[in-house]
C-alpha cells in the first residue's frame, strides 16, 4: 500500500478523513486502482491544517504530490467527533423550546428511567435546554389529527419577538402529536421566517418523526442547537478547500453507518451524533464477511469504540445515548450501535486516593500529548507505556515527529513508578494491563448486552493503537484469534471511504395485524417509496444501482419499547402485508431475545424505508507480489515482565502469506502491530494480519 506510484496527470482521486480526538486519518484513492494512507495531529483550531497535513503524508508515502492530490479529487468524505463534542460539552447555540402548553417539562423528565432504580431521592438531571428557554404554546391537536386548541398566534408573536433581546440563535419546536398533523408546527415555521429571519429552526416531526414524545422533542432541540455550530464548522472547512483548489463533492460522515451532502447535514445536523466511531465496523463486515459474530474494537488516541457485525451485518440502534444513559440526552434516531469508554493511547495514568493505578478516561489528546510526543506534555499514558516497553519504534514514529522516549520514562517514574515503589518497566507493564482490562470489561459488556458470547466472535482490532493491544486483549477474552486488518491505522477512515450514501425515511401510523387498516398501511408505503425514489434520483450516475429495504417498527401489546424488523420487500397493504410482518415480528422477536408468541397479535408504530447507495471501487488487477519480509532491527522489548529480543518488520515488505513468529513487532505506517511470545502473525491474501495464538 505504501510503495511508491506513479501518478498520471489525467488521474483522479477519492478522500476520506476522520478527525479524531489525537489523530488526523485520511485514506487516499486513485482511478488507477492505487491506495495510500497516513495520519497527523488533529489541529483544533483549524480543522483543515490537520487535514492538510495528513493529506500531505499519505501522499508522499507513494510518490504523490499532496498539492495535486487535493485539487484533482472528486470527492471527500469528512468524519468528524464535532458535533457529539459540542453537546457533551454543552458548547452549542443558545436555543429556544416551543411546546405544546404543559409539557413544558419534557426535556427534564427524559423517559422516566435512572441508573439506580432504588434512588428514590435522585434528582433530575438538567434538561437539554434551560427551563427558563422553554416556552408553552395554547394550541392543541388530538391523537387523531383534529385541532382542539387553535394556534395562539398573538402568544407566537410576542414570545418571537422578544428572543432577539434574549439572545436566541436558534428555535426548537415541538408540539404534541405534530406526526399526525404538523399544521401547527409549519404555521411557527412561517412565523419565525417573517419575525426571525435568518434564524435557525427545526420541526420536530422533520427532526425524527417517531410516536415518542420525549425523542422527538430532544431531537428537534438538538438538532436546533447545532444548525449555527455546524454551519459554521463545515463552512469554515468547505471554504478551505475551494481556496485550495478543490472543486468536488464533499460527504459527511453520519450515525447511520453512511454519508450524505453536505447540504443534507447542514439541514439536519442531528445525524452527525455518534458518528465518528460509526464507520470501523463497515471495515470490520468486509474484513470478514463470512463469520457469524465479529467484534470490532477501534482504538484511537482518545477513545476505545466497541460494535458488533452479525452474518456481515452492522448492528444498529435507537438507543444511543449521548452521555451516562437516563441522564443524557437521546434522540431515539437509528445509528450504529458502539460502546465507547475512555482508553486510548492518549488516556492518562493515575493513582486515585486508595493508592489504586487507574488508566483513562482522561485524555492528554493532540495537545499536549503523551510526554513521548515532546509537546510538553507531563502525564503518563498508554503511549509512553508502550513506549518505555518497547513497542513503539522511536526513531520511526509516523506521527510526524520522533519520540522521546526518556520524557516518557521521566512521566512513568514521576507519577507512577515513584509512588507505587515499582521499577519503571514493571509500572509501564502495569499501565498496558489495566488498560487491556478495561478494553476486554467493555467488550465483554457490549456483546453480552445483546446475548453475544465474545470467546465465540472473531475479534477486529484497528485504529491507531489497537494493534498494540490486540493480543492482551485476545488473552483476556479467551479468544485464539485476533484479525488486524490491512487499513488497521485508519480504520474508520477506511470504512468511511467504504461507506455508501445511505437515509432513512420514517411514516409514525399506527397498525395491528389482527384489525389491519390496509387503507393507510397502502399510503403510508407509498408515500415511503415516493421519498425513497427522490432520494435515490439526486444520486443518479454518483454510485450503484440504490438498495432499498423496508422495514417496520413493532411490538406486542402492551410491551413499551418496539423492534425494528426489515421485510423482504414493499409491505403489500392489500394482500399479506399483515401475516408477512406478523411472522417476521415473530421470528426477530426470538432471535433477539430467545422467544416469541405466535398466537399474540402485533402492533405496528411505525413504517419506513432506508435507501443505500453504494460507491463504486476503484479496482486494480492484484499483481503478484514477490517480496521478502525485512526485518529492520531487533530490539529488547518487554512482554509481561520479561525482556525478549524481538525482531522488527517493516510492514509494508511483507507479502501474502508470510508468517511471523513471535514475539516480534510489525510496523506499519500508521500503526504498530505488536506479536507476543506466544503468538503468530499470519497474512492473508488481503494483507490483513491474522494473529493466532500456538497452543492454538
Given at each position: ?40 495531529l488533529t489541529t483544533y483550531d483549524r480543522v483543515f491544517t490537520g487535514f492538510e497535513a495528513s493529506v500531505r503524508r ?361 509512588p507505587l515503589k515499582m521499577d519503571t518497566l514493571q509500572a509501564a507493564q502495569a499501565i498496558l494491563d489495566v488498560s ?261
Open positions: 500500500m505504501s510503495e511508491v506510484q506513479t501518478q498520471p496527470s489525467e488521474a483522479r482521486y477519492r478522500i476520506a478523513v476522520d478527525t479524531g480526538g489525537t489523530f488526523t486519518d485520511v485514506v487516499l484513492d486513485s482511478t488507477t486502482g492505487d491506495m495510500a494512507v497516513g495520519k497527523a499519505a501522499a508522499e508515502s507513494v510518490g504523490w504530490s499532496g498539492d495535486e492530490v487535493l485539487r484533482n479529487a472528486d470527492v471527500i468524505v469528512y468524519g468528524t467527533t464535532h458535533a457529539t463534542n459540542a453537546v457533551l460539552t454543552g458548547k452549542v447555540a443558545k436555543t429556544a423550546l416551543l411546546t405544546t402548553e404543559g409539557f413544558a417539562d419534557t426535556l427534564l423528565l427524559r423517559e422516566g428511567g435512572r441508573r439506580d432504580a432504588f434512588d428514590s431521592k435522585a434528582a433530575y438531571p438538567p434538561p437539554y435546554i434551560p427551563r427558563q428557554l422553554t416556552f408553552e404554546i395554547r394550541e392543541r391537536v388530538s391523537a387523531e389529527g383534529d385541532v382542539l386548541v387553535p394556534l395562539d398566534e398573538e402568544q407566537v408573536r410576542e414570545i418571537l419577538g422578544s428572543f432577539k433581546e434574549q439572545g436566541i440563535e436558534a428555535v426548537a419546536v415541538s408540539f404534541l402529536w405534530s406526526i399526525i398533523n404538523d399544521v401547527h408546527e409549519r404555521r411557527i415555521a412561517e412565523l419565525i421566517k417573517e419575525i426571525l429571519p435568518g434564524v435557525p429552526y427545526t420541526l420536530s416531526n422533520e427532526a425524527n418523526p417517531t410516536i415518542r414524545e420525549y425523542r422527538r422533542s430532544s431531537a428537534a432541540s438538538i438538532d436546533a442547537s447545532l444548525k449555527p455550530l455546524m454551519a459554521d464548522h463545515l463552512g469554515k472547512l468547505r471554504s478551505d478547500l475551494q481556496e485550495f483548489g478543490f472543486a468536488g463533492d464533499l460527504l459527511v460522515v453520519t450515525s447511520e453507518g453512511a454519508v450524505l451532502d453536505v447540504a443534507d447535514v447542514l439541514d439536519r445536523p442531528v445525524l452527525l451524533l455518534n458518528s465518528g466511531p460509526s464507520m470501523a465496523p463497515l471495515v470490520g463486515a468486509a474484513a470478514a464477511p463470512d463469520r457469524d459474530t465479529v467484534v470490532v474494537c477501534d482504538m484511537g488516541g482518545t477513545t476505545f469504540d466497541v460494535s458488533l457485525v452479525e452474518e456481515g451485518v452492522v448492528r444498529h440502534t435507537r438507543e444511543a445515548w449521548l452521555g451516562e444513559p437516563f441522564v443524557g440526552h437521546l434522540t431515539g434516531l437509528s445509528s450504529v450501535a458502539v460502546s465507547s469508554i475512555g482508553a486510548g493511547g492518549g488516556s492518562i495514568a493515575w493513582i486515585d486516593g486508595g493508592g489504586l493505578l487507574r488508566v483513562g478516561p482522561q485524555s492528554a489528546r493532540s495537545t499536549p500529548g503523551p510526554a513521548a510526543y515532546g509537546r510538553g506534555g507531563e502525564e503518563p499514558t498508554v503511549t509512553d507505556a508502550c513506549v518505555a516497553l518497547g513497542y513503539l519504534d522511536t526513531e520511526g514514529f509516523e506521527g510526524g515527529f520522533t519520540l522521546d522516549r526518556e520524557a516518557a520514562v521521566r512521566a512513568i517514574d514521576t507519577r507512577i513508578a515513584g487491556a482490562n478495561h478494553m476486554a470489561t467493555a467488550i465483554r459488556q457490549a456483546a453480552l448486552e445483546q446475548g453475544v458470547d465474545p470467546r465465540g466472535a472473531l475479534i477486529v482490532a484497528g485504529g491507531g493503537a489497537g494493534a498494540m493491544v490486540a493480543a492482551a486483549i485476545g488473552v483476556l477474552l479467551e479468544a485464539d484469534t485476533v484479525l488486524i486488518p490491512a487499513t488497521a491505522g485508519v480504520l474508520a477512515a477506511y470504512g468511511a471511504h467504504r461507506a455508501p450514501i445511505a437515509t432513512e425515511f420514517l411514516s409514525p401510523l399506527h397498525n395491528d395485524t389482527r384489525s389491519f387498516d390496509a387503507g393507510s398501511a397502502a399510503r403510508a408505503v407509498k408515500e415511503l417509496t415516493s421519498k425513497a425514489n427522490v432520494f435515490a434520483e439526486r444520486f443518479n450516475g454518483v454510485g450503484e444501482a440504490p438498495n432499498v429495504s423496508y422495514f417496520v417498527d413493532a411490538r406486542y401489546p402492551g410491551q413499551a419499547w418496539d423492534l425494528r424488523v426489515y421485510l423482504d420487500a414493499a409491505p403489500d397493504a392489500a394482500g399479506d402485508a399483515a401475516a408477512t410482518i406478523e411472522r417476521a415480528f415473530h421470528e426477530e422477536h426470538d432471535r433477539r431475545n430467545g422467544t416469541h408468541d405466535p398466537d399474540s397479535r402485533v402492533e405496528i408504530i411505525t413504517w419506513g424505508v432506508r435507501v443505500e447507495i453504494p460507491r463504486p471501487e476503484h479496482s486494480k488487477e492484484d499483481a503478484e507480489v514477490s517480496r521478502t519480509g525485512e526485518v529492520h532491527r531487533t530490539d529488547s522489548i518487554v512482554f509481561g515482565g520479561e525482556s525478549f529480543s524481538t525482531q522488527r518488520y517493516r510492514g509494508v515488505t511483507l507479502a501474502p502469506r508470510d508468517k511471523i513468529v513471535g514475539p516480534a513487532v510489525i510496523d506499519q505506517p500508521t500503526t504498530t502491530i505488536v506479536v507476543p511470545p506466544e503468538w503468530n502473525a499470519t497474512l492473508d491474501e488481503r494483507s490483513n494480519i491474522y494473529l493466532t495464538r500456538k497452543e492454538a
